[in-house]
């Protein structure tokens, strides 16, 4: 139970300006558990001074102040908060309900901030209200009710916590004559039946005519004190207990936190509307932006990957020191014969490969089958081997040409098709033996004998492919070179790596035999490099939409701020932290980002989609077809847009939080 309240020598003053404002000085005081005190003296006496430094809303300039054997002289926030929290019940003369809650859940604040369950602490504040006469209007909110039913609300809110001392600022102040000694009477009820110490600032000497002792401040010393007769049936009362243990001290709630975010942030509908819009814009434009960079990045690598990562392209060096010769053909420094070319395939790690020989442009070529003659196209450039995995080409019937089957020719099914007789299928083709007749620009002829292997699967109706001994034999009559391998080489080999981890291995050992290597992984990084500094730049601009936001959202915080100012003097008075108010804004902050992202990440995907549904249908028009899908939203792209909308919103509104915390609840409660 609580001891004497004690001061001695206590002062406040106040700098304004170059003046020193004396509000109160050399106080000598001591108050009896249980003790009714009013507070009586002119306006500016110091009597709202005396009162805040009792409750802990202020501290004093010097003197002592001894509070149930807490010196609130010295204490720090934390423990007036814990204070105010747990032993003061404050009364104002304007009631200081929070309009948007209704007389229950005002009533219910100091639990919550106790960290009392929605259940538990509504429950009592519904028997708070009934027992100062309010149990009809408990879902009211302020402005529903009379100026008496709002100061009862206000005294149920003050008793709620089953606080030792009660400080009253001029309750009846506000109320006509009536309701006041209604009021006053409820207030001395408690004071006697629960022996709750009661401080009552007043102007009134009816309200005065209630207390144990007047005690009447001028110019902020004690210019009187008048003790009254004492209610010897009260005295003997005040042993009872109140009906409520005191709430344990765990503090707000995140719950209640979030909750009560939310209720702020519906408040001002449309102006948080607008707000989080900004970071709506920012999200938008970052998720549709960065989904597009990974869908056409993913596009990428799959497109590689179907043409062979483990594959290395190997070509001759040729040597760029020797002079210009203009009619000379280049040699190269190793040239790709097939003893380098089995050098390669001896090293460890290889699985393949594939040699290339390129043949000349402007070969006339036909194809004779049992006496008929077809004009047809040699394929060029890979040759033998498409780019690929082998097997990778659609073969129509028989093989297509391996490492081990170099000789022979494949048709295009367009061209087998002519060859087809009645009832024939293209099995029958296979092993037939055709002449490839070969006319050289300045008028020489030959004929190379070969068979039919393979039918691939393909576009064109003259189109054949023939195999590494056909093309050597050809080149080789060309050059008139009949050794063209051994000294000219292969124009590229496919190497086939076991392992695409072992290829830059494989690259380096190459390239030490003078050799110039290519790969679709050193051509995918690059194409990956360019991709990911793309959708940096294109997420930058989300960024910045971003940055603007969070402007945006650290405005309408420092606006909630002021026009919130006096609640949160409230709110302090009833025993906040100074943390959890920071908690309260920083909360709406990151709530106002969190909406805009998650309706941005919403937006933003499906803005993507239209962009790639646009995109699809001028690749199809252009005549594309087979591209993946464009715009890919991955998870942490998701997860990642709404924790940095609201990491952004939280960050746009720390500062402001921070301020709102720091507000000096005197201060603020003056605030009008
Ligand atoms: P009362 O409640 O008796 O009317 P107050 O305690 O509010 O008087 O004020 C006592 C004196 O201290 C007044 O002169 C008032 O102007 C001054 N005062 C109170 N608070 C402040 C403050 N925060 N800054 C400057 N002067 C103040
Ligand atoms: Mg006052």
Redesign the pocket.
């Known amino acids: 139970m609580i001891e004497n309240i004690r001061l001695s020598g206590l002062g ?1 003053h ?3 300006g170059e003046m020193e ?4 000085h050399g106080i000598d005081l001591s108050i009896a558990p249980g003790e009714f005190l009013a507070l009586v ?12 430094l009792l409750g802990g809303l202020d501290r004093p300039s010097d003197g002592q102040l001894w509070l149930d054997g807490l010196p609130l002289h010295t204490a720090n926030d934390k423990e007036r908060t814990e204070h105010r929290r747990h032993r003061v019940g404050f009364i104002f003369q304007s009631f200081n309900l929070l309009p948007r809650l209704t007389a229950l859940e005002n009533v219910a604040i100091p639990l919550t901030l106790a960290g009392v369950g929605k259940s538990e602490r509504e429950a009592r504040a519904a028997k708070m209200l009934e027992q100062v006469g309010l149990g009809h209007r408990m879902d009211h909110y302020p402005a529903e009710m009379s100026g008496g039913e709002q100061q009862r609300t206000a005294v149920a809110r003050a008793l709620i916590h089953s606080p030792s001392l009660i400080l009253a ?1 001029e309750p009846t102040g506000n109320l006509d004559s009536t309701t006041g000694n209604e009021v006053m009477a409820l207030l001395k009820k408690l004071n006697s039946e629960q022996g709750i110490t009661l401080i009552v ?1 007043t102007h009134d000497a009816d309200v005065a005519a209630f207390a144990d002792r007047i005690v009447r ?1 001028k110019d ?1 010393t004690i210019a009187e004190v008048v003790q009254n007769s004492r209610d010897e049936a009260a005295t003997t009362a005040r042993t009872e207990p109140s009906p409520f243990s005191p709430p344990t001290n765990s503090g707000l709630r995140i719950r209640d936190i979030v909750r009560s975010a939310f209720r702020n942030l519906g408040r001002r509908p449309v102006r948080n509307i607008l707000t989080a819009g900004g970071v709506l814009i920012g999200i938008i434009t970052l998720v549709a932006m960065v989904s597009f960079g990974v869908g056409v990045q993913l596009e990428v690598q799959r497109n590689f990957e179907t043409l062979g990562l483990e594959n290395i392209f190997v070509s001759p060096q040729f040597d760029e020191t020797d002079e210009f010769e203009p009619f000379a053909q280049p040699k190269p420094l190793t040239p790709l014969t097939p003893d380098v070319a089995s050098r390669i395939r001896a090293l460890a790690g290889v699985k393949s490969v594939q040699p290339t020989l390129e043949l000349p442009s402007g070969l006339d070529v036909s194809m004779a089958v049992n006496g008929e003659v077809f004009p047809v196209r040699l394929l060029q450039g890979t040759g033998q081997m498409q780019f690929g995995p082998p097997g990778a080409t659609d073969m129509a019937a028989g093989s297509d040409f391996t490492e081990a089957l170099t000789s022979g020719a494949v048709l295009v099914s367009g061209l087998a098709d002519t060859l087809l007789a009645e009832g024939e299928s293209y099995q029958d083709l296979l092993g037939q033996s055709i002449d490839l007749e070969l006319r050289l620009p300045r008028g020489e002829t030959d004929s190379f004998p070969t068979r039919i292997i393979g039918i691939r699967n393909g576009f064109g109706s003259r189109s054949i492919d023939i195999g590494l001994d056909e093309r050597a034999d050809i080149k080789s009559w060309w050059f008139g070179q009949p050794d063209i391998l051994e000294t000219e080489g292969y124009d590229r080999l496919v190497v086939e790596a076991d392992d695409i981890d072992t290829v830059p291995q494989l690259i380096e050992i190459i390239e030490s035999l003078d050799l110039q290597t290519q790969s679709l992984g050193s051509m995918l990084d690059v194409a990956n490099q360019v991709l990911s500094l793309l959708q940096v730049l294109l997420g930058s601009v989300g960024g910045l939409a971003l940055l603007v936001a969070a402007l945006g959202v650290a405005n309408t915080m420092m606006m909630a701020i002021y026009e919130r100012t006096r609640e949160i003097g409230v709110l302090k008075a009833l025993g906040a932290s100074s943390a959890e108010i920071r908690w309260l804004f920083t909360s709406e902050a990151g709530l106002i980002g969190l909406g805009g992202g998650a309706i941005g990440l919403l937006l933003g995907t499906l803005l993507g989609q239209l962009v790639d549904w646009i995109a699809h249908r001028y690749l199809i028009n252009e005549g594309v077809t087979g591209v993946g899908q464009l715009s890919v939203v991955p998870l942490w792209l998701a997860l990642g847009s709404m924790v940095f909308a609201t990491v952004i919103g939280i960050i746009a509104g720390l500062y402001p939080a921070a301020r709102a915390a720091r507000l ?1 609840p ?2 603020a409660l ?1 605030h009008e």
């Open positions: 406040r106040f700098q304004r404002v004396q509000a109160l003296g002119p306006s500016g006496s110091g009597k709202s001074t005396l009162l805040n600022d600032v401040l902020g000096d005197v201060t003056r």
